[in-house]
């Protein structure tokens, strides 16, 4: 199973739902496939589902979907406690496991050396964690994720395989923004929250020399 | 801290709007954490790891919630990968400032050696609040700057405000 097959199948199920996507592959094959302002891409491992996680805390009546990776979540493997502490009921985690650093190289993971990430979930007090390794289970569990309640984290086992991507540049500030005004518009309300300018009155203004 | 101290802490939060708090606890801010669990307006989460609580903060933010992290400063190194590269979302770092002039702890210099060096190099704006009075104005103009500057802030917390 592809990570690419993976997401043109969870791509027509994603409307309004915010997608927080992590560093790497993942994020250029997303952006091919499903470009859209919901999407925030983040650089950094181990930070992209307690990103996710800190964004459905925030706006806990809107749905939030963690696109990790294995070794950008084995990184802040620690996030697995608070995550199973809080439950936020409107999270959703795939954790795309190809049981390598694909993108540098392809040197192996743990996950390829018999830990199991969805037992360690379940271990912490995740309910809802599972593995699939077929693209019929993935389009089961994809679409209990994007539309069902309470928190899901499914481990998609997939083989190492880049797409063929365009080139496209991204910087951090202007993914943040983007995605700011996404929400601040769909939620109403102020996330960048701007500076008041000033007002003079120029009939006030003496002359300088 | 002292509990006047953390009053003024909990106080100016909320008077200045950051309603979501992550904790790593610390022994010197104790007392605020307590005040902030016991305070409905606030959305507390202890994290396990300073970076964590940086990501998660961040992702707050971009929920809408102004955020700010409570630790010792020691968690400032462990959270200095998240807080690089999370360079453009605003979280408030609300630090004890162990090592600082008159902290009776052994462990305390080798933490407090490093803070203000890191912070520097971050390029994260900061500022010392050595006494109560400076508390309330202190947050104030870090929630400011947090506004403004589009990155993480911090406050650190020593002398008459923890003894």
Redesign the interface.
């Given at each position: 199973m592809k990570r690419i097959d993976c997401l043109k199948i969870l791509a027509p199920m994603i409307q309004n739902e915010l997608v927080v996507v992590t560093l790497g592959v993942t994020k250029h094959e997303w952006e091919m496939i499903n470009p859209r302002d919901g999407n925030c891409y983040l650089s950094g491992m181990g930070g992209t589902t307690p990103f996710g996680f800190g964004l459905a805390l925030a706006l806990p009546h809107r749905k939030v979907v963690v696109l990790d990776s294995d070794g950008s979540f084995l990184f802040g493997l620690n996030h697995l406690a608070t995550l199973a502490v809080h439950k936020p009921q409107n999270l959703s985690v795939f954790i795309f496991d190809n049981e390598c650093y694909e993108s540098v190289g392809g040197s192996p993971s743990q996950t390829a050396r018999g830990v199991d990430l969805a037992a360690m979930a379940r271990g912490a007090g995740i309910e809802n964690a599972i593995t699939v390794r077929e693209l019929d289970e993935f389009r089961d569990a994809a679409q209990k994720g994007v539309k069902e309640n309470g928190l899901r984290f499914t481990v998609v086992k997939i083989e190492p395989w880049i797409a063929e991507v365009p080139a496209r540049y991204y910087h951090l500030l202007e993914e943040r923004n983007r995605f700011a005004r996404y929400v601040e518009q769909t939620e109403n309300i102020s996330v960048l929250r701007p500076s008041k300018i000033p007002r003079r009155d120029p009939s006030k203004w003496k002359p300088t020399k | 801290m002292k509990l006047s101290s953390a009053k003024l802490v909990v106080e100016a939060l909320r008077k200045n709007e950051v309603p979501?708090i992550g904790v790593l606890p610390d022994g010197w801010l104790f007392e605020a954490y307590q005040l902030v669990c016991e305070d409905p307006y606030f959305?507390v989460?202890?994290?396990?790891?300073e970076?964590?609580g940086?990501?998660?903060?961040?992702?707050?933010?971009?929920?809408?919630?102004r955020?700010a992290m409570m630790m010792e400063n020691s968690g400032l190194r462990a959270a200095a990968?998240?807080l690089g590269?999370?360079?453009?979302?605003p979280v408030l770092l609300l630090m004890s400032y162990r090592g600082d002039f008159g902290d009776s702890a052994h462990f305390g210099r080798p933490i407090g050696r490093t803070t203000e060096p890191i912070l520097d190099a971050l390029e994260i704006p900061y500022a010392v609040v050595r006494k109560e009075e400076e508390i309330a104005k202190s947050i104030q103009e870090a929630v400011k700057t947090l506004?403004?500057a589009?990155g993480p802030v911090a406050l650190l917390f020593t002398g008459e405000t923890i003894r």
């Open positions: - | 979501f959305k989460v202890q994290v396990t790891h970076g964590e940086v990501s998660i903060c961040a992702g707050a933010w971009a929920g809408g919630l955020s990968e998240a590269r999370l360079y453009c979302y506004d403004t589009h």
